[in-house]
């Protein structure tokens, strides 16, 4: 991709989206935004965004450990600088895709999502900045860690709204109605034989 189907116009839109991109940036932006909008799910948006700055922490990780350097082409220079010379894996793929999971499980457009984050990873072997196989690495990274950080949504008997409505019984019989200040005769009964002698 670094010697085919190169413009000028390609090769700025290229470094423009890889800009954004910079250490998830973009990504997060995304969840703030959303979170910013969708209040009643403000804590699971933020879960996400942190989802995305996870992938990147572990990435780096990754990346300090496999120490492969950047792609060299004589002749054929990178067309957009980048923090450090190590390569594998891609921390744009890994954050773009890492979003695309989380966002796309509150309810985001899946196609928009994983369409931007698959232009993203290209961008980065277009520019010269990285091998196929580092893309491909950082996406099934990001994706890795955006499901082992999802927290498991409560089930209905679990759900806040519910605990909240669910008043404590203290023990007493169920046929205790709950806002009636006089007992049934069958609840009259069962306290009396439920009472110490």
């Known amino acids: ?25 973009l990504w997060i932006a995304i969840g703030a935004v959303a979170a910013g909008i969708d209040r009643p799910r403000r804590a699971e948006w933020r879960s996400a ?28 220079p990178a067309l957009a ?15 773009a895709f890492a979003g695309a ?12 999502l994983y369409g931007l984050a698959s232009v993203t990873a290209l961008s980065r072997v277009y520019l010269g900045l990285h091998y196929p196989s580092d ?18 949504r409560p089930g209905p008997d679990e759900s806040p709204a519910r605990r909240r409505r669910r008043s404590p019984s203290f023990g007493l019989p169920r046929c205790l109605p709950r806002r009636q200040p006089t007992l049934r005769p069958t609840c009259r009964r069962g306290l009396r034989q439920a009472a110490p002698l």
């Open 1 to 25: 991709m670094r010697t085919r189907g190169h413009t000028p116009a390609l090769e700025r839109a290229a470094r423009t989206l890889s800009s954004l991109g910079e250490h998830g940036m």
């Open 49 to 76: 965004a942190e989802a995305v700055a996870l992938s990147y922490a572990v990435n780096t990780g990754c990346k300090l450990i496999v120490r492969r350097r950047r792609p060299t082409l004589p002749g054929l």
């Open 81 to 95: 600088s980048a923090p450090t010379q190590l390569s594998f894996p891609s921390a744009h793929s890994a954050t």
């Open 101 to 112: 999971l989380r966002y796309s499980k509150l309810g985001l457009p899946v196609v928009p």
């Open 135 to 152: 893309v491909l690495a950082g996406a099934a990274l990001g994706s890795a860690v955006a499901l082992l950080s999802a927290s498991p």
